[in-house]
Structure formats: structure tokens, C-alpha cells
């Protein structure tokens, strides 16, 4: 048995993911790192203050929850803590999509997240403390024509997060979601090369001219994100629960 409490993060090979691993190593929780690149996981646990361990996985397939939650137990004998942060919908016009392009994108972020909780769930419960963080995305409060899969996928993801938020009122685990909007990844960065590509722009130039289209001052970190994570994880934040936090910049201004 672990004497730290224990979390689960995925989607934990670069980006917000990695960044909430290392900010939740840093609060003293021992880690499950998981995604599909072996490599670079084994990376980041060996730079993490706290143990950590590497289980690469494909969310997408249905059996990889399971087995994510299994060896977690194995190796630490317990679970304090998931945060459902892997992701990868596209961008790009709803007229071009395919029937295959939604499947993949519910496939990964909504039922990954769903699979994982279900497994997760007892365990969460014996943990007497157990949290759950959904990483959904400012796309699920505000449509856009673009994001029509990803914001679809979010919405999802938030009324999860309600559903469980509100089963958790009787099993003593939180469930939360943060809202991240433009922060500097690579999937943001996809997006810079593309302006600068179109408008024939320098890549400074092109991450202005997003910035200034979306309304913000700046892109986030990821660094930024992790910080809010490991505060709902936390007993900080011990009477929060179905709560939907955006970290945007600002970014919406709807209610
Ligand atoms: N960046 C933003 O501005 C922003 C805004 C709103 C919402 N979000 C959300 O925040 C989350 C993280 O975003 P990010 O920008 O950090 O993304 P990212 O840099 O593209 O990283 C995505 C992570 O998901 C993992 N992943 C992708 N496909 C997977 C699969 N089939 N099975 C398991 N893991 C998989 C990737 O690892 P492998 O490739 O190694 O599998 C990687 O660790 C996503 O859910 C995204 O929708 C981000």
C-alpha cells in the first residue's frame, strides 16, 4: 500500500496532460503516466520528485481503461485520483466530416474519460477522498463552426461530469471539470502554423493574429491549467463538486 495518495493522469505525454503530472508530483501524489508513446512517459517519470508509473495505452480501445486501473492497483493498492485529460478531435468543416471522424472523437475523450471513470469508480470510493477532473474545453459551453466534433465531444464530457458529480454526493468522490481554451500546446500550435501558412504570415505574427481573434491577451501555459487541477484534486477544494471551471483567458464571456 501507498502512503501518497495515488492519481491516474492521461493523455500524460506532452501538453496540459505532462504538465498536470508534473504539478501533481510536485503536491506529493505518486502517478500512473499514461498515453500511447512508451517513450516519452518513461521520460517524464524519471524527471517527476515522486514515483510514477508508465502504462502506454490506446483510450480508444475499449478494454484499455480496464486494464489502466488494474495495474494501478497492483503496483500501489490503491487510487486517489483520475484526470481525464487525453484528447485529439479535429478541426474542420462539418460538411467534410466522416461517420469515422465523430466515432474517433467520442471514441478517445468521451468514452475513454467514461470507461475510465467506471473503472475507477470503486476504488475512488474506498479511497474515502476520490477525485475526478475532466478536461473538457471552452468548445463545450460556445459552439463553433469549426469544432463542431471537439465541442460536441466537451459537451459530453461536461454532463458527465454532472451526472457522476452528482452520484458522487452519496459515494464521497468529487467530480470536477476544467475548461481550458488557448493554451500553448501542439495542438494550438497547429493552429498558428496553419494562419501563417494561409495568410502567408510569420509564426509570431500568426499567433498574434489567433490571440486577437479569439480575444485574449496571451495564450495560457499549460503550467496555468495544472495548477487549477491539482487545486480540485486537492482537499482544498474539498466542497467542490460538478463544478465547470474555465481557464480561458477571458476567452468566454457568456455566462
Ligand atoms: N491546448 C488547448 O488549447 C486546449 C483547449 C481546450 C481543450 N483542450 C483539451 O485539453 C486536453 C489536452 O490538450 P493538449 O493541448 O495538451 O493536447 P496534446 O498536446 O495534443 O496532447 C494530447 C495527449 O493525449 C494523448 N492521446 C492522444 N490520442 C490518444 C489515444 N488514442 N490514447 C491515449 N492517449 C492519447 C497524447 O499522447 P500520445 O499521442 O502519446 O497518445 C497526448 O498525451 C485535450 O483533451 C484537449 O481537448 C486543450
Redesign the pocket.
Known sequence: MSADRVAIV????????AAVARELSAQGLSLVLT???RA?LDALAAQLPRPALAID????EPAAAARIVEATLAHYGRLDAVVN?????PRGDFLKFSDADWDAGFA??FFGAVRLCRAAWPALVVSGGGAIVN?A??GGRTGNAEFAI?GSVNAALLNLTKALADRGVGDGVRVNAVN????A????QVRIDAIARERDLDPAQAAHELARKLGVARFGE?AEIARVVAFLVSDAASYMQGAIVDVDGGQTRTL
Open positions: 492521461t493523455g500524460a505525454s506532452r501538453g496540459i496532460g498515453a500511447r508513446s516519452e495505452a490506446d483510450l480508444s485529460n487525453a484528447g485529439a478531435t478517445l475523450k478536461i474545453g471552452i471537439g481550458p481554451s488557448s493554451i500546446t501542439e495542438r494550438t499549460p
